[in-house]
């Protein structure tokens, strides 16, 4: 599974290059597997494809192995579900960016219509709540491939996810499988903290609920999706709402003015009488 830059670059490499001028050079046989790898010096000076190279070379090229096959396919993989995945397929590029659109809906609509583009020329115009669905998805498995490529390949060949992975406490099918709830609040789809896609997700449940607090937008969210420190993620996005700025703002304290001077110096203050004028401090 390679990430999307290596992607690109060996996509480009195989559009300007025939497959016949490509072999494959085995690792223990690769010069610079040695100090990527590590190797002490000593080993370094006695290795002798590190000073020649690989010895297959020095024979006529009919004689070098054809290698393994380079050739680049994309898939569509599927991760849902506490990253349970079928290794059918992997997304790579997604068909738009979702920051080019405002609103969760839009995105599966336009979604939608792109792929049924792909698929016919002459479609109706009214969406399925099945093709929905399927664009909905197809986001969660690119969003999912971005953020934990690694951990699905550690999955892929049953080995173990990294303990520095942020998903590493999670265990998947074990302790509410027994229980009456449905098959996505009990498996919930697992989602990155930061991602366009869970952006557009939490505002689209906080618009939905009136503008509702961190509690209810997250209840809302655990029926179907468990996200990376979800709590800090929604008190963060629904912070900057302009709507609940207003609604939920405090009143002003405004600052008295400073006195003036001649209320904060004394003065002299006289009595008049018809017969005395007194004095009176």
Request: aromatic content about 10%; proline content about 4%; glycine content about 2%.
């Amino acid at each position: 599974m390679w990430k999307t830059y290596v992607y690109n670059r060996v996509v480009e490499i195989q559009k300007l290059t025939k497959d016949s001028s490509w072999r494959h050079c085995a690792g223990y046989l690769n010069p610079a597997d040695l100090l990527t790898r590590g190797v002490s010096a000593n080993k370094l000076l006695t290795t002798e494809y590190w000073l020649k190279g690989p010895e297959f070379l020095s024979r006529v090229d009919y004689e070098w192995s054809a290698g393994n096959d380079l050739s680049v396919q994309i898939d569509e993989s599927v991760l849902c579900a506490n990253i349970v995945s079928d290794s059918k397929t992997e997304i790579l590029e997604p068909l738009f960016s979702l920051e080019n659109y405002e609103h969760l809906e839009k995105c599966l609509r336009v979604t939608t219509y792109v792929k049924r583009a792909f698929r016919v020329k002459n479609f109706p115009l009214a969406l399925t709540s099945d093709e929905l669905s399927d664009a909905e998805m197809y986001w969660i498995k690119f969003t999912q491939q971005v953020a934990f490529s690694r951990e699905v390949e550690d999955l892929k060949k049953n080995n173990t996810v990294s303990k520095t992975s942020s998903i590493w406490k999670l265990t998947p099918f074990r302790r509410l499988q027994e229980s009456d709830l449905s098959f996505e609040t009990a498996n919930p789809i697992i989602l990155p903290r930061k991602s366009p896609l869970v952006e557009k997700l939490i505002w689209k449940i906080h618009n939905r609920h009136i503008h509702s607090g961190i509690n209810m937008i997250l209840t809302e969210i655990r029926k179907r999706f468990w996200i990376i420190r979800a709590r800090q993620t929604i008190k963060s996005l629904i912070s900057k709402c302009v709507t609940c700025k207003k609604l939920r703002g405090k009143p002003g304290q405004e600052m008295f003015a400073p006195l003036p001077k001649n209320r904060m110096t004394p003065q002299l203050m006289y009595l008049k009488n018809v017969n005395r004028v007194e004095r009176i401090f």
